[in-house]
């Protein structure tokens, strides 16, 4: 858990994350050089955190593996939505229908309970259930923006290998952080030494 906190604090945010939740969901499952990926949403307690952060659950919501799960499928269909736009090829239905899905999926409403001391109140009855239902439709209205939005003209994947981030660009800059930049730019100079040696 902590050796995981250090990582995702080590590797900043790609450019777009912090305005689109949706950009922040597809690029939470990060490759990293040595064959390695850092999944924020790995467990349920850091799938909790990364929601805590951007304000789409409460701190301690008690989310269960089934909730997690959920967030890493809508992940997997909001980055093949991401990669048809930037490849500009169709985009698979299936991919589509998730998000739409999640969007429309009304959460569970709240219901009327009865305490026999302390008389009629509303609660949902499955409140986590309700808290990931939210958070998932907020994030897919999100990805619908983003894709429609004059932002979607600047999406582009990160240029620096084994990076898998999305990111909105900004000027020419390819890559979505300046640790990305650096070790393209490393490569490039190794590439340049090599031919020259
Ligand atoms: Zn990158």
Redesign the pocket.
């Known amino acids: 858990m902590e050796e995981f906190a250090t990582e995702e604090a080590a590797l900043p945010a790609?450019q777009g994350e912090a305005e689109h939740p949706a950009l922040a969901l597809a690029n939470s499952a990060v490759a990293l050089p040595g064959g390695h990926t850092a999944d924020l949403l790995g467990t349920p307690a850091r799938a909790e955190r990364w929601l805590a952060r951007r304000g789409l659950a409460p701190d301690g919501a008690g989310l269960a593996e089934v909730c997690a799960t959920q967030l890493r499928s809508l992940r997997e269909q909001v980055r093949s939505l991401l990669a048809s736009r930037v490849a500009g090829v169709p985009a698979l239905p299936a991919a589509v229908t998730a998000v739409n899905d999640a969007m429309t999926r009304v959460p569970t409403a709240s219901l009327l309970m009865w305490d026999e001391k302390t008389g009629p109140y509303r609660a949902a009855p499955h409140p986590t259930t309700a808290i990931v239902e939210h958070a998932l439709a907020a994030i897919a209205a999100d990805a619908a923006d983003l894709l429609t939005s004059p932002d979607a003209a600047r999406l582009t994947a990160?240029a620096?290998p084994p990076?898998n981030?999305f990111?909105l660009k900004q000027g020419r800059r390819q890559?979505?952080?300046t640790?990305?930049g650096d070790r393209a730019r490393a490569a490039r100079a190794y590439a340049r030494r090599t031919r020259t040696d």
């Open positions: 790609a990160c620096s990076c981030r990111l890559w979505c952080c640790r990305c």
